[in-house]
């Protein structure tokens, strides 16, 4: 017995078999059901160990051993939540937006936000040219927008005790 999903795509038909799939669609947030317009995303596939049956001449089985498959893990949605999760991405992306704006638009992104913050505060305390300080905070709004829009796990910022204080001589 299998999980499969068959998606009526621009391409055709298109079936996605997988045990995955049956998790997918019990964890799914919006809840898709028969004729729903969804969307399906593979985030990646691991490794694990299964039983094979060898078989005889016969089709007999005459032993087992174990041999390693690759295991898919899968998100099933609605189609509009992909759209959103992309718009989400698309916003945090523009550099027009106010970090205010943003966080009032979309709550979700305040840590995706706080992050870009605290790459602008690194930025300009370690970083000497203004191209230099511009392309790292990029890099990091691209990778929030990134792991927004695949639904990555965000990095929760901390702050350590600051220590503001000036030193003797020595």
């Given amino acids: 017995m299998s999980y499969f999903v068959k998606l009526e795509t621009t391409l055709g038909s298109q079936v996605k078999w997988g045990i995955d799939l049956d998790r997918a669609f019990a964890a799914s947030r919006t809840r898709p059901q ?3 317009e969804i969307g399906v995303e593979l985030l ?3 490794p694990v160990t ?3 049956d060898v078989l005889d001449e016969a089709g007999r089985i005459t032993r087992q051993h174990e041999v390693t498959k690759h295991r898919n893990s899968w998100v099933v949605e609605k ?3 992909f759209e959103q999760r992309r718009q989400r991405a698309v916003a945090l992306r523009n550099e027009r937006y106010g970090k205010q704006d943003l966080v009032q638009r979309h709550p979700e992104l305040a840590g995706a936000v706080a992050t870009i ?3 602008e505060l690194f930025a300009a305390q ?3 040219t203004d191209p230099d300080r511009q392309r790292f905070i990029n890099l990091v709004r691209g990778a929030m927008a990134q792991a927004v829009e ?5 990095p929760t910022p901390k702050l350590r005790e600051m220590h503001i204080g000036s030193r003797g001589p020595a």
């Fill in 34 to 36: 028969i004729g729903d």
């Fill in 44 to 46: 990646g596939a691991r």
């Fill in 50 to 52: 299964v039983r094979a």
């Fill in 79 to 81: 189609r509009d939540y």
């Fill in 117 to 119: 913050c605290l790459a």
């Fill in 126 to 128: 370690k970083l000497s």
């Fill in 150 to 154: 695949h639904e990555l796990p965000l």
